[in-house]
Nanobody
Framework: QVQLVESGGGLVQAGGSLRLSCVAS????????MGWYHQAPGKQRELVAG???????NYADSVKGRFTISRDNAKNTVYLQMNSLKPEDTAVYYC?????????????????WGQGTQVTVSS
């Protein structure tokens, strides 16, 4: 099992910045990738940014150039630096981790979610 705890959300004016943190605990040695998703009221949960265990990153088009995802493997922590925030960034942000387990030649993937942290950007 993997437990994820997010922090860093809050209320900020448009153009401001926030940094989200997510600390993983438990079976962290087999985590393959981590990421941040967001979900606005009435909308589906969407990927914001992801980072692999090798450090490769990917971003949603809407946040490219504004958000940066990073990972500190020694601290089992992933960060999301959010700059130039817009009102449309308002959502609950969830940390995600994917863990791989290989048993008798078969690969199993497990997915874990944090409890979410609210980000509100006022205009």
């Amino acid at each position: 099992q993997v437990q994820l705890v997010e922090s860093g959300g809050g209320l900020v004016q448009a153009g401001g910045s926030l940094r989200l943190s997510c600390v993983a605990s438990g079976n962290t040695f087999s985590i393959k990738s981590m990421g941040w998703y967001h979900q606005a009221p009435g909308k589906q949960r969407e990927l914001v940014a992801g980072i692999s265990d090798g450090g490769s990153t990917n971003y949603a088009d809407s946040v490219k150039g504004r958000f940066t995802i990073s990972r500190d493997n020694a601290k089992n922590t992933v960060y999301l630096q959010m700059n130039s925030l817009k009102p449309e960034d308002t959502a609950v942000y969830y940390c995600n981790a994917k863990r791989i387990r290989i048993v008798a030649g078969s690969t199993y993937e497990y997915e874990y979610w944090g409890q979410g942290t609210q980000v509100t950007v006022s205009s």
